[in-house]
């Protein structure tokens, strides 16, 4: 698409869209082969079960994929960062609003988002697990608990720097509440939701492995528990490489361009 | 809809406001501001700056609701406020023409807006960002989506202020065009003595704070002949009128 756009352009413009769109794929491809040939490198100095050169990690994530052992638990943990990236954005977003809206609720609600955002991961899991035994809605509920403070401490400080002009403007206009929430809010509140979203997948699927890790029968965060008792590192790199490789193609081909979509206004200028 | 020229005036009748500042000190900003526009007038709201011309009209939007007095504001047609704020406050993220349609009610957002924008001189940059546009355009986009939502009774507050006079003085006999084609209770706040003798039927002269109404200016004569010549007649007997007022 993005290839298509550039044929239609002037010699000129080409160039800028290449320099633009081109330049931070090919230095990030280069900074990744360097990575690569370092560890290589690396491998092949000292070598060791437990650390195993780049090509045989290679040759484990081609035969799991193989097999769709990787296919599935990749796709377990994914559903699992999915529902618990919407339930943490939810409810995260909706009480950070309110406590930006409200001064005297935040002042009284600041001291329990402090609590929860200093609670350990592994405390909330434990206790998520005991109390409500170990099943999907446990683990999910446990995971958007971990990220809802910081979710709630980023969209208090959007709601607070909300420019009253706006709703001003649309109280006189008699605005519906869907188009105040629609053409008002969500607009101003973008960059900070953007903010939230980007720390918060980072950190949901980190707490995720745990949560496999502690109490599911599936997932990556169960396998590389499984190969840890192997003592087998090339599978356990196989499916963190995996995994990496997933969401950074989410970031590229969902997150950028919806982030583009939405700030389109404020790109293009007289 | 409703013909223009029935239903009540503009009455408005306030006792008095006061501001709280955070060190517990009060302002005063009105005290027995009471005067009227009658139905399809045009009006100034004109005096110094800082008394209270712009909290009259937050009261009058209903943005400000404390404050002792009351207020009626004119009835029929689409029953609707419309304001033109003195920043365009168009919302950056949505194009000219929605943020148009916007303020429209549900049932007429598609309801074909093509004279107003050609008669605004905006019929090329409906697809426009605001950033895009310059102040005066952005201006001009903000009396459209005021005029577009055909509304009972119609505030400004100093739509031309930060122009340069040349364009001040377009976006005024356009302001005036698109308000002949549909006379709307109007009234328009500004410090601009010759902007409100060329624009009004009614200048309402403001004191210094605590504002409240010095005397009324009627000007009956139509908008057309006032030439230059009878603008200095105008002024001068303004000037006879209110001696103290610029």
């Known amino acids: ?270 | 809809m409703q013909p223009v020229g029935a239903g009540a005036p503009l009455r408005v009748d306030i006792a008095e406001k006061t501001f709280r500042a955070a060190e517990g000190a009060t302002i005063t900003a009105l005290r027995g501001l009471s005067f009227e526009v009658r139905q399809g007038e045009f009006a100034c709201l004109l005096g110094p700056s800082g008394c209270g011309k712009t909290t009259t009209l937050r009261i009058l939007l209903g943005l400000d609701k404390d404050f002792s007095g009351s207020f009626q504001l004119p009835e029929g047609g689409t029953d609707r406020i419309a304001a033109v704020f003195q920043e365009p406050t168009l919302l950056p993220w949505r194009t000219v023409e929605q943020n148009v349609r916007l303020a429209l009610p549900t049932e007429r957002r598609n309801t074909n807006l093509d004279r107003l924008f050609d008669s605004l001189g905006l019929s090329g940059m409906r697809t426009f960002y605001p950033s895009e546009l310059s102040l005066g355009l952005a201006r001009r986009a903000a009396l459209a989506r005021a005029f577009a939502t055909e509304p009972a009774v119609l505030l400004l507050d100093e739509p031309f202020a930060s122009l340069d006079e040349q364009t001040a003085e377009r976006l005024r006999h356009l302001l005036l065009d698109v308000w002949s084609a549909r006379p709307t209770t109007a009234l328009m706040v500004t410090h601009n003595l010759r902007e409100a003798l060329m624009l009004s039927d009614r200048l309402i002269v403001l004191s210094s704070r605590p504002g409240h109404v010095l005397g009324v200016f009627d000007v009956r004569l139509p908008r057309q002949y006032r030439n230059p010549q009878v603008m200095s007649d105008l002024l001068r007997s303004f000037h006879e009128k209110f001696p103290g007022v610029r």
């Not at chain 1, 082969?33 to 070598?47: F, K, R, S």
């Not at chain 1, 988002?113 to 998520?128: C, D, G, H, K, Q």
């Open chain 1, 1 to 270: 698409m993005m290839s298509e756009d550039n044929r239609d352009r002037t010699p000129a413009a080409d160039r800028f869209g290449l320099d633009t769109a081109l330049a931070p794929v090919l230095s990030v491809a280069v900074s990744l082969l360097g990575l690569c040939l370092l560890w290589a490198l690396a491998a092949d100095a000292w070598p060791s079960r437990a650390f195993p050169p780049p090509g045989k990690v290679w040759r484990v994530l081609v035969e799991e994929t193989a097999s769709g052992e990787l296919p599935f638990h990749l796709g377990m943990t994914l559903a699992r960062v999915a529902a618990a990236y919407v339930v943490a954005m939810v409810i995260g977003s909706a009480i950070g609003i309110l406590l930006g809206a409200y001064r005297r609720a935040d002042q009284f609600f600041n001291p329990w988002v402090v609590l929860f955002l200093n609670i350990p991961a592994l405390v909330i899991i434990v206790l998520a697990y005991i109390w409500f035994g170990l099943n999907e809605a446990a683990a999910i509920g446990a995971v958007a608990v971990n990220k809802i403070p910081n979710v709630v401490v980023t969209m208090r400080e959007g709601a607070r720097a909300l420019d009253p002009r706006y709703a001003e403007m649309a109280a006189v206009y008699r605005f519906s509440p869907l188009d105040r929430f629609r053409h008002v809010l969500l607009p101003q509140l973008q960059p900070y939701l953007a903010a939230a979203s980007r720390s918060g997948i980072a950190l949901i699927w980190k707490i995720v492995l745990v949560v496999e890790l502690l109490g599911r029968s599936n997932g990556v965060g169960f396998q590389i528990y499984l190969y840890f008792q192997l003592f087998d590192v090339a599978a356990i790199l196989a499916y963190t490489l995996a995994f990496v490789a997933v969401m950074l193609f989410i970031e590229i081909l969902a997150v950028q361009p919806f982030e583009r979509h939405a700030t389109r206004w404020r790109r293009r200028t007289a």
